[in-house]
């Protein structure tokens, strides 16, 4: 089964490094790259198959190459023909297939978001817990203020109060640093695995000392 999930990454990376790599949000193959360490990671304590994880962690951010392209918001559900080509000549069984269609569609659920938690299978569990993991931390918050740069956002608005309300992919937050607060700050709390629990400690932390220090200088307070 390892054999056949590197022979399908050589495969992905080859097609798809030129599209993420143009992306100036954030999602670019790098976070298909640590998508993919922290899926397989998390996979070997926790199992699951790992050529439906890996795949679908290589895949799963193809809806922010098509909304870049169209100039709005797309929900991975939009993306599923797109990533179902994508994958056409993987060697992959029609179950698989399948599965990985599934992940990719539901990755972008959160306990505190509109959508909630549907999913109840491991590889679909997986791929939110390893999305999610590079979205807190310090990678997290350089990828952010990449993103909301990119969309208009300012880093910090000191005149709205900071919220953690229903969170929605296809809202943006108030500002960067608002975002911060309303969705990487409260990921850790919301991983499925014991494994990416661990993990999200620290990452955690570093989140929070990181917009309080952020306040602290805006507001001069030395």
Do not use: W
Request: hydrophobic share 35%; charged share 30%; aromatic share 8%.
């Amino acid at each position: 089964m390892q054999e056949r999930l590197n022979k399908n990454i050589a495969i992905l990376r080859e097609k798809l490094k030129d599209q993420y790599n143009a992306d100036k949000t954030g999602h670019t193959a790098d976070h298909l790259e640590r998508t993919l360490a922290y899926a397989l990671n998390i996979a070997k304590k926790e199992g699951g198959n790992i050529v439906v994880i890996g795949v679908s962690a290589y895949v799963h951010d193809v809806h922010r190459i098509m909304g870049a392209q169209l100039g709005r918001f797309c929900a991975p559900v939009e993306s599923l023909d797109k990533v179902a080509e994508i994958i056409s000549d993987l060697d992959l069984t029609k179950k698989e297939r399948e599965h990985i269609l599934y992940a990719v569609e539901h990755h972008e659920e959160y306990s505190f978001g509109k959508e909630k938690v549907t999913v109840t299978d491991i590889e679909s569990k997986i791929l939110q817990d390893a999305d999610n993991l590079d979205a807190t931390g310090a990678i997290a918050i350089v990828r952010s203020f990449r993103y909301g740069a990119a969309h208009g956002m300012p880093d910090y608005d000191p005149s709205v109060d900071f919220y953690q309300n229903e969170y929605s992919e296809s809202v943006n937050d108030k500002s960067t640093l608002h975002h911060l607060y309303n969705k990487s700050l409260r990921i850790g709390d919301y991983m499925h695995t014991e494994t990416a629990k661990k993990i999200a400690v620290e990452k955690m932390k570093l989140i929070k000392q990181f917009i309080d220090l952020y306040v602290k200088e805006y507001d001069c307070d030395f």
